[in-house]
């Protein structure tokens, strides 16, 4: 079965890559495709039957503080006789799961409790769940957890409902047959207890095929829950990490909705409605969701994961991520998930153990969902730059980037760097090196991409294999140097050590970022060193460090600091430059930090 798998993909990924290479689409003609040598390949040829219509399908939601009192009601106006309640084991000793036990009870609901889901399910969790669904005849189904509880309950109503089917008649093309629902499902309930995957609003249910090492999953409105509660009471029970990289979902389903293929340049236009997928292309509607997750996530986003009692920010992100959900429920998603699939099937396996993450299941390994999407978002925002470079400087702007002189030609890396910095705020992993990946895993990485044809159509600029090796090898933990970068940043360094004995760099990003262990008066110094060698570089310097040592650096550095709304240091040139001699001696004393300084 396995071998039979491998060759339906292979085929259906050489037939893509075929047509791909002389039949592009025109929608992508503005995309700059980047080769080995720096080449740019553009689309040429006319497609005809472009798309010419959009639909919103979103599931009915009620949001409110302890709105899950109020399910057993909701169940008995359904008709239900006997539900089956899905979780996972750490959330049945919690709070969420009580207060729905609570509420079935007093409500003289008979339920049943399937707590094995699995976090990152897998298509053998998907069919263990199954069966239980089939064990007894319910009448519906509730999901209390993350995305990947309601993502198993979305998996098991619809495979109970019809169960004749085969497991992957229903799994996305070219990996499954990605056939129509024509059946009805049961009603369906979503209780999120995590502010992340907007599962609630979406007829999207993923998984790991264990088989490949690779992510995929079911996409059809059918899926979608009947009633979605978010009660952001549930938050409180969220652990840092959770809330973090469930965070960061939400900022990449927003990002990747608005940057989308535009709905009027999809091909094929379906032969009929109901063959219309959910993933349209950004449109009009789902712009209006993304643009309020991203706003939101960028007044609250940090405040939610740094302290868990702000309940203002907390509840601001829960709601944030059903908006982004019902943003990318109808527009879709693009390339930082479809990259992130093979990342999560094969960081299982990469190192000894696989990867693991605080506050997080410890009974396998995992690459948090969020965390596997956002490890490449920033290559993947400048590789698409050019095709929407007005979008990527509206979506940088929503997160709180100042692009009043940025030019439209840096929109990708505008929007780049502001995730990048959102990244380095809220301590994210620094890369697929600290996830356990070398360069010897990006080919397997590709290969688990290709497949990914769902989500790789609906980016705004088609992709070549080596287009999406380099966005792997390039990602933050992989930058390569030219030689002449590197004898820059060489120069720079040999320039101080006259100035400050064994000055250590530990890892150095090209251009843009240095990081060292010293003081941030010695990192600040290297980056005026470059800034004042090229007098065309007007650009402000941002050094991105603590408030206390505002004073210090003022004083030795020769700027004047201020602290702007996103308490970022912005400093401007005193026309009286100390000189590096004095520089140095304020360096000692400036205590041994690790800052990140970016010339913007």
Known sequence: MTQQLRSRVLTAMREVLERGAGNACPAHSACGHRHHGGVLRRCHQTVQETEYAFEMAVSTVRYGPGVTREIGQDVVNLGAKRVLVFTDNNLAELPPFKKVADSLASNSVPFDVYPDVRVEPTDSSFKAAIKAAGAANYDAFIAVGGGSVIDTAKAANLYVTNPKADFLDYVNAPIGRGLPVTHELKPLIAVPTTSGTGSETTGVAVFDLESMHAKTGIANRALRPTLGLIDPDHTASMPNRVSAYSGFDVVCHALESFTALPFDQRTPRPI??????????????????????????????????????????????????CMAGVGFGNAGVH???????????????????????????????????????VITAPKVFEFTGAASPDRHLEAARLLGADVTWKKREDAGKVLSDQVRQLMHDLDVPDGLQALGFDASHIDSLVEGVLPQQRLRSIAPC???????????????????????????????????????????????????????????????????????????????????????????????????????????????????????????????????????????
């Open 272 to 321: 009929d409605p109901k063959l219309r997928p959910a993933y349209q292309g950004s449109n009009p509607i789902s712009d209006v969701w993304c643009r309020w997750a991203l706003d939101a996530s960028a007044r609250y986003f940090r405040r939610a994961v740094r302290n868990p009692s702000d309940s203002e920010a907390r509840s601001a992100m829960h709601l944030a991520a």
């Open 335 to 373: 390339l930082c998930h479809g990259l992130s699939y093979p990342i999560s099937g094969l960081g299982t396996s990469v190192s000894s153990g696989g990867y693991r993450s605080e506050g997080y299941s410890d009974q396998h390994a995992l690459i948090p969902h969020g965390l596997s999407v």
């Open 462 to 600: 088609p992709q070549t294999r080596d287009d999406i090796a380099d966005v792997h090898d390039e990602s933050p933990g992989h930058q390569q140097r030219t030689s002449s970068e590197e004898h820059h940043l060489l120069a720079d360094s040999e320039d101080l050590d006259s100035i400050i004995p064994s000055l250590q760099l530990q890892s150095i990003r090209p251009i843009r970022s240095l990081w060292i262990t010293w003081s941030p008066a010695v990192e600040f110094l290297i980056g005026w060193t470059r800034h004042r060698r090229n007098p065309l570089h007007k650009s402000p310097l941002y050094l991105h460090g603590q408030r206390d040592l505002v004073p210090a650096v003022s004083l030795i550095i020769g700027y004047d600091f201020e602290i702007d709304s996103k308490k970022t240091l912005v400093g401007s040139r005193k026309p009286d430059f100390e000189s590096p001699g004095v520089v140095s001696q304020g360096a000692r004393a400036g205590g041994s930090k690790l800052v990140d300084l970016r010339i913007s």
